[in-house]
């Protein structure tokens, strides 16, 4: 599914980087700060002449060991590690946007970050929220205010495929800053370099940890961007080259002054998480392709949504930008099934939020992660009430097939009764 380089390079990372001892594993270094024979060395530590660790707000060598790992999986320059996925994109458009700038986004956002961006709005910031899927909605959005293009790889729930490329290209056409987010798809199923995005993110408490068992992000600079154009640089006092000043003003701003970092202890856990990557999305892709094509010919099952499956809106795109489809599988059934009933029957798939984790997790969309939203605007969104989303773990295939038969097939029973 990768080339050999990805696992490969993932594996051995942290040894080539000579930590003490030759441990095999960068360790949990706990150390909040970091003394110095000559106090001038300090100084140019804090001046940014010399590299170096301060202070474990803004760098810890775990932690930058975690940050070099993203960094050569996104084929990027620099990467910034926080303690969730959701500070990333927080201080990355706290650090970069003013008041007056446009943001253009995805109109089918990751709903934390859809709410997000109502809160720049109320720091002047206007967001204008379009389809992704054609790079021309993208095109016709852009007023001269416009800073950011953000979107995501596969949406989440309806698994829509942004025009990635096609976008990229309007981005360059128009000096705009591209910001994907690469969750959905990781940097072991899609580079965002290859569209020409800037920034990309990565909620490392997905996939990329795998576990369930930390939170963390980053924003990785893929080095395509020419960050002397950018209208909202300080690089005055930058002792930085052109082609960091824009992770240096996120670390400055972003990090140091807004503080959410992350914890040597999850980044070791994301770090070891990380290595088995390839392997895990192998397994849990697969197991995917398969619930989906399941699910797909189930009567009880009226939608299926998955980018792997040939009547897939996108299909032919994410075949032509993806080495697989990911892990996310949405169902809509039929009206006469309660979609409480099919998950409270299931016995492997635990009713559960979050995705990317080892085991298969499975939520009421409708009902819980939208539930904000009125029926028409969910129905807009392509969420009918009955929607199901499956985020497909490592669990052998047969039984997840097994597990969901069972449970629609009594869900049916109690329709009949
Ligand atoms: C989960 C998620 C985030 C936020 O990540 P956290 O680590 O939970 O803060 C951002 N973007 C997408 C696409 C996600 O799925």
């Known amino acids: 599914m990768t080339d050999k380089k990805f696992s490969t390079k993932n594996l051995h990372l942290d040894r080539l980087s000579k930590p003490e001892h030759g441990a095999l594993h960068k360790p949990i270094h706990t150390s909040v700060a970091f003394g110095y024979e000559n106090a001038r060395d300090l100084a140019a530590v804090f001046q940014g002449t010399k590299n170096g660790y301060a202070y474990s707000r803004q760098l810890n060598p775990t932690i930058s060991a975690l940050q ?3 960094t050569k999986m996104e084929e990027g320059i620099a990467t910034l590690a926080f303690s969730t996925g959701m500070a990333a994109i927080a201080a990355t458009m706290l650090s970069l946007l003013r008041a007056g700038d446009n943001i253009i986004a995805s109109s089918f956002l990751f709903a934390n970050t859809r709410s997000f961006l109502s ?3 109320g720091l002047g910031i206007t967001v204008t929220l379009v389809d992704p899927t054609e790079s021309k909605n993208i095109e016709a959005a852009i007023t001269p205010d416009t800073t950011i293009i953000f979107v995501e790889t596969i949406a989440n729930p309806v698994t829509q ?7 990229g290209a309007v981005c360059l056409k128009h000096n705009i800053l591209y910001c994907v987010d690469n969750t959905l798809t990781t940097p072991c199923l899609f580079l965002p370099k290859t569209v020409n995005a800037s920034l990309v993110i990565n909620s ?3 996939s990329i940890g795998g576990h369930g068992n930390a939170l963390g992000g980053t ?3 893929t080095g395509l961007y020419d960050w002397s154009l950018f209208k909202n640089i300080k690089s005055s006092g930058n002792h930085s080259e052109m082609s960091q000043w824009g992770i240096t003003q996120i670390r400055k701003k972003g990090l140091r002054d807004m503080g959410a970092t992350l914890s040597p202890e999850s980044g070791h856990r994301l770090s070891i998480g990380s290595e088995t990557l390839s392997l895990r999305l192998e397994r849990a892709c697969n197991n995917a392709m398969s619930f989906a094509l399941f699910c797909n010919k189930h009567p009880l099952v009226t939608q299926t949504f998955y980018p792997g499956l040939k009547n897939h809106p996108q299909h032919i795109r994410a075949t032509e930008l993806f080495n697989s489809f ?3 599988v949405s169902i809509n059934l039929n009206d006469k099934i309660d979609c409480f009933e099919v998950l409270n029957n299931m016995k492997t798939v635990i009713a559960s939020t979050n995705l990317g984790d080892n085991r298969t997790l499975g939520i009421p969309v409708a009902h819980t992660i939208f539930y ?3 029926s028409k605007q969910r129905e807009s969104m392509g969420i009918k009430d009955s929607m199901l989303r499956f985020a ?3 669990e052998d295939e047969q039984d997840l097939l097994d597990d969901l038969n069972q449970a629609l097939e009594q869900a049916r029973g109690m329709a009949n009764d």
Request: hydrophobic share 45%.
């Open 119 to 121: 809160t720049l709005e």
């Open 219 to 221: 924003v990785t600079d």
């Open 326 to 328: 990911g892990t996310l």
């Open 68 to 70: 070099n790992k993203i």
């Open 372 to 374: 904000e939203l009125d």
């Open 161 to 167: 495929v942004a025009d990635l490329a096609g976008i």
């Open 204 to 206: 490392l408490t997905k």
């Open 392 to 394: 497909i773990g490592i």
